[in-house]
């Protein structure tokens, strides 16, 4: 019984640190998505229009400094 609960007890380890990784990495992803979003738009914005490069371009060049300067931002 006493390896059945020193097992159950690695298992429960495990699980939770696997937890914390996989909320780690979505927490991670969900601060890339405004930028990606707005890269995302430009690169449509440059392929389907292109009379509008310079407006895929300043589009851009916004979601880049806004998703760097963001990061560089000390945590609330």
């Known amino acids: 019984m006493e390896r059945f609960l020193l097992l159950?007890?690695?298992i429960d380890d495990w699980t939770g640190a696997g937890r914390h990784l996989v909320a780690a990495a979505a927490a991670e992803l969900a601060a890339y998505s405004g930028p990606l979003l707005s890269?995302?738009?430009?690169?449509?914005?440059?392929?389907?229009?292109?009379?509008?490069?310079?407006?895929?371009a300043l589009?851009?060049?916004?979601a880049t400094l806004w998703g760097g300067y963001r990061k560089s931002l000390p945590d609330a």
Request: proline share 4%; aromatic share 16%.
């Open 8 to 10: 159950w007890d690695e």
């Open 39 to 56: 890269a995302g738009s430009a690169l449509a914005l440059w392929f389907f229009m292109p009379h509008s490069h310079i407006n895929a």
């Open 59 to 62: 589009l851009g060049l916004t």
